[in-house]
């Protein structure tokens, strides 16, 4: 519950079967809130990017407050406060999003190395494809998520060319890192910055003669939050989010992002 500041006081009232009652003893306390959100920042559009059309998704990290919880968001667009979006203030998840979610794969070289080996959370399990280039493996999230941080675990059979992509429909797919100079073995991509619902490595280069096996494929990041606006003229536009506690606290994003629509 959000709480108002000043003084407030609370008990507790048992009822029995009989519709009988005892109240507990009434306490109270005073609440103040000073602090501002936590820090955040911009995901999308990408500072600098060129957009197609009108319409766009402005996406953000999705800010917390621990004192009197998060209230809204305001969207501050060409300098004015175009948008007030109502704010989950989920913290972030700091596990492994991909473990035991839905796996889909270019191939499986046997029925026992299924793709679902690569998420399961076991280094004695693998996913394995078939012996050709390209190969993918995908996770989908359950909800458009912004992915910080990838974790490959290879088997024997690794990619030395890869790409590490992120699509919000499994169709449409964003490189987020890449590389054609892989050695296998553990590979932890850190800083990356990426958004969507499904996250993919796309294998382009084998290692070995066979194929692409994967322990695992763990995937990390945070929560956002996003708004929609339409009628954007085709030109420059910046943009920011502030954060508004239930006490009226501000948190500014920590970045002011342009894009240029055409």
Do not use: C
Not at 40 to 68: C, K, T
């Amino acid at each position: 519950r959000k709480l108002t500041g000043g003084t407030h006081s609370w008990y507790v009232v048992a009822m029995n079967w009989a519709g009988q009652t005892r109240a507990s003893s009434t306490f109270s306390f005073n609440f103040q809130d000073s602090l501002a959100p936590n820090p955040f920042d911009l995901i999308a559009p990408a500072n600098a990017a060129s957009v197609a059309g009108s319409s766009q998704s402005l996406v953000w990290e999705s800010a917390y407050d621990a004192g009197s919880g998060l209230d809204h968001y305001e969207v501050w667009l060409d300098g004015a406060n175009v948008a007030s979006v109502a704010g989950s203030g989920v913290a972030p998840n700091t596990g492994n999003l991909a473990l035991g979610k839905p796996v889909v794969a270019s191939s499986t070289q046997t029925g026992v190395n299924s793709p679902a080996m690569a998420v399961d959370g076991s280094l004695t399990s693998r996913w394995e494809s078939l012996y050709a280039d390209p190969q993918w493996i995908y996770v989908d999230l359950g909800q458009a998520t912004e992915i910080t941080h990838v974790k490959l675990t290879w088997e024997t059979a690794y990619a030395s060319g890869y790409q590490v992509q992120v699509s919000n429909d499994a169709a449409t797919w964003t490189s987020i890192y890449s590389t054609t100079t892989g050695t296998g073995g553990v590979n932890d991509l850190t800083g990356l910055k990426g958004y969507g619902r499904y996250v993919r490595m796309y294998g382009t280069a084998r290692g070995t003669g066979y194929g692409y096996s994967l322990f695992e494929f763990e995937v990390y990041g945070a929560p956002a939050e996003s708004y929609t606006r339409t009628g954007l003229s085709l030109t420059a536009h910046t943009w920011y989010v502030v954060a508004v506690d239930a006490f009226g606290n501000r948190r500014q994003s920590t970045s002011t992002y342009s894009f240029t629509a055409h």
